[in-house]
């Protein structure tokens, strides 16, 4: 927004109203730091334009109901007359046309459309091609954002250019009947519009909304259209319980099609000032971001803080030796302490608290591919929540190697190298003593030969791990280098039958796949090996049909298991789509499983977890997810999943899920079992006669939204939110409250709120980021659009 003051003190009230608004395009991200950004373009936009050589030389097109005049000199229509040239059409009940001045009088309901902005009054004159002239008392609609209102005159000054005086502004959808008001009206002395630009600017102008009006404003400009432009965002308002009153107010730089930059200084009473910088760019072979975060004194924490996050993609070309492909990129993520995701709510950190910094290199040629990286990661420990931190890889050099069907054979291969590190403070223990850094060579062959048939397939595999370690300090053994391999077998089978069916009325396509598969992995003695990237898998569909019990290549299960499934689909015969999925699947074990990590016991089931789970989705409406891990020993469930979702229409939807885990460290039948809902919903239709219900042509509703999650173990409350929404079709005002539990010592709460006004301003904090991380199916009121042609409003 551009400010012009005229010399005179601006009152406070006044210069709160100018600040809360928009001057940016309406795509521009109101919370920088969670939503989708402006988006940017390799080459500037194409726009339709008239060379200057061939202006002038289009013809002019008259018609009506009589003509009169001289041939080349004049020319007068009366009764539905009409002027056509290029994208300029004028209609009235008389025109007059001098070809010499290329100069048109209309008089008489004129109708004027200019490339699809369309100006309606009793009198016209104007200079046709170029559009040069002014229209009395005229009522306006513009194309690029549906804005409207009505002038005393307007002036054009050329076809991009146009002043507006004694003028009324507003997106608000009119309404044929007498006494209308729109919700929200700007009023201004001047209002000058640039089609270049894409901006307004308005001066001696008034704000109204629902009845109440600001104060005279010297001058405000505003966006036209969805472009980018450089100026103030809107600003970001809020409080929190733990930084007091936040005030983010972001400037946007549009450097140029494909570079941007963007300030975010902000201001919290508890703390300070925090200074945020964004810089992104896109090339046709590299792209990227850097934002760095400064604040120089924290007077809560009394110290500086600072954050640094930076991504960078690139093709590299010419590629060297041959290659396919040669590319490389880093991901930096950095801040200055332990307690910068708590302490800033807009901060990309807030949502993990292991920042990963890595730089890579990738190759590939033929069947061979490869990396080259470095990986570190900056764990940020809270002593109420502390976290084991992952080992550093520092490097980590791959090679794979993939050919199918060779002479029927599937052959894969790869080489690792990594060098594992780690802080010795948060080092584990192995067999007594601290595990050392080190570094590991791993080596895995894979060779398969697949028979598939339309009915069924079978697919044996050998496969063959080895791995080597050179350690920097001795194990509890006394070697400081240790190796071991590994061969594996497997068969996967499975068959196909279908059938057509009938059920509930519809016809479908059904399916019956039962599925077998074996694994023979002999056992070799690994607990001197040292664990840097291995975890147990969880029991899922998926690892229950691997070869490995771990992921990682710091251990592999010996393994003489079974197991067997089937699984049930049924399929719409006409557009094969899949409505409904059921399965069920165990592992039988014929000997103990003594592969274990430190501080694991051998398995001993013969018979393990039933895992039963399905997807149901009927029609776009409901959809429902279940999964259950029944323990056939202890006659319990072990783990239990429900998802039901319902959306019939777009900002209806509803969700309800049960969640429960067993404790493994007991018996008992304890465990984590917690129940969340979320959902957004026309409140009218919940409470009938409460909120009003909506009549034909009124725009208005109320929504509800909101995340509820309750943990039924620790009767409580985790992290929620709960809110509303108004969708008054010209604007649309939110105000939400968040609950955030989860790593606090004291829940944090924040309360946003906001008011849009569509195509022209918001004033609050954006809450739309929050809703769209925390409810399912959520969508945005008032979604924007691309901007509609100039043959939308064709005559």
Known sequence: MKLRWRGFPLPPMVLLSLLMLRSHSASAQDDAWTEAPITLRRTPELIETIPPAERGTRPSIVDGDRLSGRPDLEVTVEGNASLRRGDTRITADRLEYRPPADTATATGNVHLNQAGNVYEGPELRLKVESFEGFFDHVRYTLLANGGHGEAERIDFVDPKVSVARHVTYTTCLRENRPGWMPDWMLSAVTMTTDSDTNLATATDAQITFLGVTTPS?????????????????????????????????????????????????????????????????????????????????????????????????????????????????????????????????????????????????????????????????QTLQYAASPITPSYNRVPQITANYNKYDLHGFDVSGTLDYSRFEIDSAYSPTLNGIKQPNGERMVGNLQISRPWVTPGGYVIPKLLLHTASYQLDSPLASGATSISSVVPTVSLDSGLVFERDTSLFGSAWRQTLEPRAFYVRTPYRDQSQLPVYDTAANDISFATLYTENAFSGNDRISDTNTLTTGVTTRLID???????????????????????????????????????????VHWNPKWSIDGLAQYNMD?????????????????????????????????????????????WQWPLSELTRGLFGERKPGDPGRWYAVGRLSYSLHDRAMSDSLIGAEYNACCWVGRVVLERLVSGRTSPDTRLMFQIQFNGFGNIGSNPTSTLLQNIQGYKPLNTQTEEPSRFTNYD
């Open 634 to 678: 202890t006659g319990k469930s072990t783990r239990d999943a429900l998802t039901l979702r319902y959306t019939p229409a777009p900002y209806h939807t509803l969700t309800a899920a049960f969640r429960y885990q067993a404790d493994s460290s007991t018996t008992a039948n304890d465990g984590t079992k917690t129940v969340d809902f979320n």
């Open 573 to 615: 015969p006409v557009t094969g789509a899949e409505s409904a999925r059921f399965g069920i699947a165990q592992r039988f074990r014929f000997s103990d499983q003594n592969v274990t990590l430190p501080g694991g016991t051998a398995v001993t089931d013969r018979s393990g977890d039933f895992i039963l789970g399905g997807q």
């Open 217 to 377: 404003i010297p001058s405000v400009t505003f966006p036209l259209s969805n472009a980018r432009q450089s100026g103030l965002l809107p600003p970001v308002i809020g409080f929190d319980t733990t930084n007091g009153f936040e005030y983010l107010q972001p400037y946007y730089w549009n450097i140029a099609p494909n570079r941007d930059l963007t300030l975010y200084p902000e201001l919290m009473t508890s703390r300070g000032i925090n200074v945020g910088t964004e810089f992104r760019y896109l090339e046709k072979n590299y792209s990227g971001q850097i934002r760095i975060d400064e604040m120089p004194s924290d007077s809560l924490r009394d110290r500086n803080r600072w954050g640094l996050w930076a991504k960078h993609d690139q093709k590299l070309d010419p590629k060297p030796f041959g290659l396919d492909s040669l590319s490389t990129s880093f991901n930096i993520n950095r801040v200055s302490d332990d307690d910068y995701w708590r302490d800033f709510s807009h901060s990309p950190t807030l949502t993990s608290r292991t920042l990963t910094n890595e730089v890579d290199l990738n190759w590939s040629k033929g069947d061979w591919s490869g990396q080259a990286r470095t990986l570190s990661y």
